[in-house]
């Protein structure tokens, strides 16, 4: 029979033994909390981007009736132009990617509220889709035209270096400071795509103006209104306008062979 000390002693250990019970059980119970929290926050920030994310069976659904760029993962930031808060996104959008959406895109054709251009190679939104009417203008540019004056102009020229777009938007700037135009800008950490918003009192235009350096190109689009119930719907557009990466062509280096004269 055990003594009054080797009861006392197990009495402590099975009490030790409770408590380190507890400790993994509260352990355990917050981090399935706070896993939860996590997985419930991801996708409400999705939808947030502009994403109606559902989920089933099969994963992750994107549908064509939102931007499907911050759908598929294209990074992007919020920020405010000309009061309203917008979606900047700042990396491209592969082919790939593209190709898992469900559903036919037809180039230079909204789908839903997407309009996937792959002969520049652009994908562009619009919460007004049937506003437009798409066309390509004289000097190899992209032009969606609305009845109430709206225009948004893609385009894209060579440029493959920093200083080509460095180049590009300070010749914008100092036209419009030339002019004691007020711009508001911003730029992404990369400093490879700018977003310039600004009000033209001479034309009485407003005007959003967005330019991505990628695929050794620098790509713009250009939206102007007259119209002040067009603007927001302008912004959103030019801000979410991305280009489709072109994959990079290995070179296949052959060998040189040396003939022998007989």
């Known amino acids: 029979m055990p003594t009054e000390d080797q009861e006392h002693l197990l009495a402590k250990e099975v009490h030790a033994e409770r408590e380190k ?9 917050a981090i399935t909390i706070v896993g939860v929290l996590a997985t419930v926050m991801f996708f409400r ?26 759908q598929l993962g294209t990074s992007s930031e919020n920020i405010k132009a000309f009061g309203d808060s917008v979606t900047f996104t ?52 992209q032009q969606l035209s609305a009845n109430d004056g709206s225009e948004i102009t893609m385009g894209a020229q060579s440029g493959a270096h920093k200083s080509d777009l ?19 800008s911003s730029m992404d950490s990369t400093e490879r795509t700018v977003l310039l918003w600004y009000r ?15 695929n050794g190109q620098i790509y713009t689009a250009r939206a102007t ?16 306008f991305t ?13 040189n062979t040396i003939r022998r004269l007989r």
Do not use: Y
């Open 225 to 240: 209104t007259k119209d002040p119930s067009s603007v927001k719907s302008l912004v959103r557009s030019v801000s979410g």
């Open 21 to 29: 019970t507890k400790r993994t059980l509260i352990v355990a119970s």
């Open 243 to 255: 280009v489709i990466a072109k994959p990079k062509i290995q070179s296949v280096i052959v060998p």
């Open 45 to 70: 920030n999705g939808d947030n981007r502009g994403g109606a994310r559902k989920i089933t069976e099969k994963g992750v659904e994107v549908t064509l009736e939102t931007p499907i760029t911050t």
């Open 200 to 214: 033209d009192p001479q034309t009485q235009e407003t005007v959003c103006e967005k330019f991505i350096q990628a």
């Open 166 to 184: 460095d180049r590009i938007v300070h010749r914008v700037l100092d036209s419009l400071r030339r002019r004691s135009i007020k711009v508001s």
């Open 90 to 141: 700042t990396t491209t959008i592969s082919d790939s990617a593209l190709k898992t959406v469900p559903g036919k895109l037809k180039s230079g054709f909204f789908s839903g509220q997407n309009l996937v251009d792959t002969a520049l190679g652009f994908v562009l939104s619009s919460d007004r889709p049937s506003a437009w009417s798409f066309e390509k203008t004289r000097g190899g540019l």
